[in-house]
């Protein structure tokens, strides 16, 4: 069996790669994830999902 790994994504991207990669490990459109994104950062003013994106860039491995 084949475990299924979490990788940011080369082609779908428009920063990191992180809303594509997630996109692709839970078959969602990766636009939706933006724009959740956009909708949390504006709930949290921004500072505290920035951070989780820039952690989520760091840790979250490059798709090889």
């Avoid at 084949?2 to 078959?27: P, Q, T, V, W």
């Amino acid at each position: 069996m084949d475990a299924k790994r979490l990788y940011r994504s080369r082609h779908n991207r428009m920063i990191c790669g992180i809303c594509g990669g997630l996109g692709e490990f839970f078959g969602i459109d990766p636009t939706i994830l933006r724009l959740l994104l956009v909708v949390i950062a504006f709930c949290t003013a921004i500072f505290g999902t920035a951070i989780a994106y820039l952690i989520a860039a760091v840790i979250i491995p490059e798709e090889p």
